[in-house]
Every structure is written in C-alpha cells, then in structure tokens.
T-cell receptor, first 110, second 114 residues
C-alpha cells in the first residue's frame, strides 16, 4: 500500500519562494507526480520525477530523494494565481493508477 | 484539441436512487481512470481501464459501484442504491497508454446524495 503525507495548508507572500514537502511510504515506486488544482477545477499536471534530483520547469521545480521517500515542489516568484491546492501523487510498480496525498492548500497573499 | 469531458457537471439525487456518470476521454487515449475526491482531500482511485477491459478495479468501494467502457472510448460509472456517503466529485482521467506518466483530468461530476 501507499502512505503519502503533505502539509494541509501553507501561506506565502506574492513574489516570494515556497517549498511544499511530500513524504511517502510505498510498497513499490514508479514515479512521483505533482498536480495543481484550483478550487472547483480539474487537477493539472505540473511535474514528474522518477530519478533522484531536481527537475526545473520555469517557476516550478520538483525534487526527489527515493532513499528518503521525500519530494518537494518549489514555487518561485509567487503570483496570486498560484493560490491553489498542490497534490503529491505516487505511482507504484504494480498498477498504473496514482495514489494521492491529501493536498496542500497554498494561499498567496499580497 | 478537446480535453477530457464529463457529464453531467452536477448531479443531485435522492438516497437509494441509481445514477450514471459519463466520461469522454481524449481521442486516442487507451487508458482511462476514475477517481473520487471528497472535499479537502486528494483524489482516491476507483478503477482503471486499458481499452475495453477493467485492468484494475481494486478501488471500487463495494458492489454498488460499477463501470463500463464497451467500445474503448466513452466510459460510464454506475452507482446503485446511492448513499449520502457517496457524495463527492467524481473525476475521470485519460492517458495515451497505461504506462504513460501523465494523466489528463476532466472537470469532474459533483454528485450530491440527499
């Protein structure tokens, strides 16, 4: 089975940097995903890590350490539109579905 | 191009009734997933189709839930004898292949059981 933990809520200031952590315990591992979800909307794909290290994509970066069962999503130059929930999800070896954490609700303040 | 679409966007039904929720995946995507999301929580896996067959239905909570994908495209999630605890947003996602890493989500159907 899978157990995925992430903080419930975070607050940050416009223009700042925020790091959202995710820890996981899994019976297998075949990739970690971050999704963004605005209230009342569908989750949208942000990043995918399957090897250790940092993946950078514009203002967003995602890091993975498989030995520690740890990932983070880094958001730089925060904008008001970044206020959303950020979902960490893991794909295990056995299946193709994603197991999601509870999501981190990020509030960006002026 | 068109994304994943789901109908209806909202469904209110009385306890004990039967409901059907529809998902139209992205054209050409062979893998289709159903998830359920309760307020303030992450999506929870229900069932996965590869083509017409259910490759993994381990997430279906009980035998009141059933899903089909008869022609390998549109899928219908069916819930019998609905209960208030079934109230949630039901999300559908598709991907080009089962092993593809990115899943594209639809806007969801908000089901309310009164």
């Amino acid at each position: 089975g899978q157990n995925i933990d992430q903080p419930t809520e975070m607050t940050a200031t416009e223009g700042a940097i925020v790091q959202i952590n995710c820890t996981y315990q899994t019976s297998g591992f075949n990739g970690l995903f971050w999704y963004q979800q605005h209230a009342g909307e569908a989750p949208t794909f942000l990043s995918y890590n399957v090897l250790d290290g940092l993946e950078e994509k514009g203002r967003f970066s995602s890091f993975l350490s498989r030995s520690k069962g740890y990932s983070y999503l880094l958001l730089k130059e925060l904008q008001m539109k970044d206020s959303a929930s950020y979902l960490c999800a893991v794909k295990d070896n056995a299946g193709n579905m994603l197991t999601f954490g509870g999501g981190t609700r990020l509030m960006v303040k002026p | 191009g068109a994304g994943v679409s789901q109908t209806p966007s909202n469904k209110v039904t009385e306890k004990g009734k039967y409901v059907e929720l529809r998902c139209d995946p992205i054209s050409g995507h062979t893998a289709l997933y159903w998830y359920r999301q309760s307020l303030g929580q992450g999506p929870e896996f229900l069932i996965y189709f590869q083509g017409t067959g259910a490759a993994d239905d381990s997430g279906l909570p009980n035998d009141r839930f059933f899903a089909v994908r008869p022609e390998g495209s549109v899928s219908t999630l069916k819930i019998q004898r609905t209960e208030r605890g079934d109230s949630a947003v039901y999300l559908c996602a598709s991907s080009p292949q089962g092993y593809s890493y990115e899943q594209y989500f639809g806007p969801g159907t908000r089901l309310t059981v009164t």
